[in-house]
């Protein structure tokens, strides 16, 4: 079947534009998670959404970063005000509950010019 | 909050080799062990799992073990084939919380 899949793959932006990251998760997964990673580092946790409950946001580095999950599938993360630092691979992961295995997608490369 | 410590952060081994990575974690709270690995370009991929209710797992050419008292846990790979190569990581989820906090990872090479 279908994995979790997000768009674009590629993005390239000027500093100080607002950007819009898509993640598609696997049909039936309550539970929703985007992590960071920089080049060469470990993943890190930005939050997540299992379904009807608070999201955990505990993992975002500042108010310019932002999440919603539309209808308990569908994910937009969006970074405001973009800075330098942003520059990363962000990487969405599904799984059918929390503490189950999750399943991550091919992640978006962001590079704030 | 939970930490994880891994290493080491490059390993290069020949091929037929065991390798053994090892990571710590400091949240006694946390109960659930997964080992990831990720190939250039692409997301990470799991490749075993532990509970903290259990010591030792296996599946054919992996095992991971879990020191709950020590607070650290080890992936080893038997039998090591081109194809191992790739970054692994160790990650932690503490408090029953779905969130992974991840190690730094390891490079491991193998060389035919």
């Known amino acids: 079947g279908a994995g979790v899949s997000q768009s674009p793959s590629n993005k390239v932006t000027e500093k100080g534009k607002d950007v819009e990251l898509r993640c598609d998760p696997i049909?039936?997964?309550?539970?929703l998670y985007w992590y960071r990673q920089s080049l060469g580092q470990g993943l890190e946790f930005l939050i997540y959404?299992?379904?009807?409950?608070?999201?955990?946001k505990s993992g975002l580095p500042s108010d310019r970063f932002s999440a919603e999950r539309t209808g308990g599938s569908v994910s937009t993360l969006t970074i405001q005000r973009t800075q330098q630092e942003d520059s990363a691979v962000y990487l969405c992961?599904?799984?059918?509950?929390?503490?189950?295995?999750?399943?991550f997608g091919p992640g978006t490369r962001l590079t704030v010019l | 909050g939970e930490n994880v410590e891994q290493h080491p952060s490059t390993l290069s081994v020949q091929e037929g080799d065991s390798a053994v990575i090892k990571c710590t974690y400091s949240?006694?709270?946390?109960?659930?062990f997964p080992w990831y690995k990720q190939e250039l370009g692409k997301g990470p991929q799991l490749i075993i799992d532990?509970?903290?209710?259990?010591g030792e797992k296996k599946d054919q050419r992996i095992a991971v073990t879990l020191n709950k008292t020590a607070k650290h846990f080890s992936l080893h790979i038997t039998e090591t084939q081109p194809e191992d190569s790739a970054v692994y990581f160790c990650?932690?989820?503490?408090?029953?919380?779905?969130?992974?906090?991840f190690g730094q990872g390891t490079e491991l090479s193998v060389k035919p």
């Open positions: 992961a599904s799984s059918f509950r929390i503490n189950n295995e999750q399943f």
């Open positions: 049909s039936g997964h309550t539970a």
């Open positions: 959404f299992q379904g009807n409950s608070a999201p955990d």
């Open positions: 949240d006694s709270a946390s109960n659930y």
């Open positions: 532990i509970r903290s209710n259990v």
């Open positions: 990650a932690a989820s503490p408090n029953q919380g779905g969130k992974l906090i």
